[in-house]
């Protein structure tokens, strides 16, 4: 088997691990091809935003994702951010490169929980004065 580089990233309530390594440009989330699996408008451009950070071109890596739990855009974020932290093992002078473009950051934010006597986490019923 190949040397392989692993980032885990986390969005909302998805993971992915992300395993890079060279090759011949094969993207594959969860064994599917990376269009197939985000056909979103704009989802592959934000997933392969850490390649254009380092300057890299994309087919001379091969990278395989398996992401579970939350939706389109927590898995989307979540398998950006594995890459990025990817490629840091990979080589830590493209650590400087990724802070740059915003690309290690985690996204801390979540779902806030429901209250008791709420609808929601902070919508009330409304008030009835009779």
Known sequence: M???YEGIGRRK???ARVRVMAGSGKF???ERLVEEYFGRLGDIESI???FSAI???RATFDV???VMGGGVT???ESVRLGLARAFIKMDETNLTLLRKARLLTRDARVKERKKPGLKRARKAPTYTKR
């Open 2 to 4: 190949n040397q392989y």
């Open 55 to 57: 300057d890299r071109d």
């Open 48 to 50: 392969l935003l850490p």
């Open 28 to 30: 594959t989330v969860n």
């Open 74 to 76: 927590g898995q989307t």
């Open 64 to 66: 395989s994702v398996k």
């Open 13 to 15: 309530q998805s993971t």
